[in-house]
């Protein structure tokens, strides 16, 4: 599976926000932690990740508060 996107920050090959080359996912980057790539290196997977494993540990710490409380 693959897609494609356009950034409003990329000017040619230029990210406007960053002041440097384009790279995406990238520390800075709009995308980082919020997009998975296909190049498994890309530091936003594992910001990703750990970034789901943050809200999953939170909804588990609300379930077990709920179970004690007797929902």
Known sequence: MSGGWSC???IGNLC?????PCEPGIKGCTL???ARFADP??????????R??????????ELMKR?????
Not at 41 to 50: D, G, K, M
Not at 52 to 61: C, D, G, P, S, V
Not at 67 to 71: I, L, M, P, V, Y
């Open 32 to 34: 980082y932690g919020k």
């Open 52 to 61: 789901e494993r943050m809200r999953r540990e939170k909804e588990m710490e």
């Open 41 to 50: 290196a890309s530091p936003s997977n594992e910001a990703l990740e750990r």
């Open 67 to 71: 179970a004690k409380s007797g929902f």
């Open 8 to 10: 409003s920050h990329q």
């Open 16 to 20: 406007d926000l960053l002041d440097k």
